[in-house]
């Protein structure tokens, strides 16, 4: 199976890589929201993020945090998003997991107005209801 992910880790693919440990990587985004809209992968393939290892998805999480923390430092954004989108719905393009660092200005232009809902009556209560009943069979799991 190709990866152009896989291929940055292994270093057929060109990046313009910020770090790298063991078990991370990051690089710019080629196509990049604000300049600086840099990505954290495991090196390890996983498809998303539902099925990142323990091990590699705290290192994931580390070194997303230390290189949000470098990008503040360095480029003096007003906000930093962290987005993780999986399935093509929530705009996957890429199905290796990984998760976005974009550097926020005031007046950036980059919009995301979602269009909020109302629950009914009762339908608070259902939704949490499936989600805490998942949330018991995966217990002990
Ligand atoms: P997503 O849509 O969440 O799967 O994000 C995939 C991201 O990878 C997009 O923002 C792309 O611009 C970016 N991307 C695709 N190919 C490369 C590449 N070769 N080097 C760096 N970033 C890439
Ligand atoms: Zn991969």
Request: charged letters at 20%.
């Amino acid at each position: 199976m190709s990866c152009i992910f896989c291929d940055i880790v292994s270093g057929i693919g060109k990046a313009e890589i910020l770090f790298e440990d063991d078990s991370t990587i990051s690089f710019l985004d080629i196509r990049p929201l604000n300049f600086g809209h840099s990505l954290v992968i495991p090196k390890n393939h996983y498809n998303n993020f539902y099925d990142v290892a323990d091990k590699d998805l705290s290192s994931v999480i580390k070194a997303t945090q230390f290189l949000t923390n470098c990008i503040k430092t360095s480029l003096n954004p007003d906000g930093i998003n962290i987005i993780s989108n999986n399935g093509s719905s929530a705009g996957q393009t890429i199905y290796h997991f990984h998760f976005h660092i974009i550097p926020r200005f005031k007046n950036d232009h980059f919009t995301f107005r979602p269009q909020f809902k109302d629950y009914s009556e009762g339908l608070m209560k259902e939704f949490a209801e499936k989600i805490r009943s998942a949330i018991d069979s995966s217990k002990g799991k």
